[in-house]
């Protein structure tokens, strides 16, 4: 069966107005919702993303780095799920249960079997 990604999107702020115990709640929820997939077999693996990095981009043998993903987006990607699904159709009715969806966006796709494919 394929796998799906499901890149949890944010505002830089989407949980700034929560307090610790409010925090705490949405972290267990989203942790239920990953156990319940596994419950299922179709939790493959998932976990949050530090908020910096390093974007690469290569020119002419050379490679240069900036900080990133972008300081000037608005939206960051703040984690990643994985999941087993027969098809798309599928991996959405599946992230639609997610809790993460009262903060922001799920972008789900496909992860390729044979490298980048539709």
Request: aromatic residues 6%; hydrophobic residues 30%.
């Amino acid at each position: 069966m394929p796998n799906y990604i499901g890149f949890i999107r944010a505002t830089k702020d989407s949980h700034e107005h929560l307090g610790p115990d409010e925090a705490q709640r949405v972290l267990e929820n989203y942790m239920a919702w990953a156990d319940e997939r596994t419950k299922e077999g179709r939790f493959v693996s998932g976990g949050g993303l530090s908020k910096r990095g390093r974007v690469l981009r290569g020119s002419g043998g050379d490679v240069g780095a900036t900080d990133g993903p972008h300081t000037e987006a608005t939206e960051i990607v703040g984690g990643y799920q994985v999941i087993e699904a027969a098809d798309l159709d599928q991996a959405e009715k599946i992230f639609a249960t997610h809790p993460h969806l009262e903060f922001g966006p799920i972008e789900v796709r496909k992860i390729g079997e044979r490298g980048c494919e539709d």
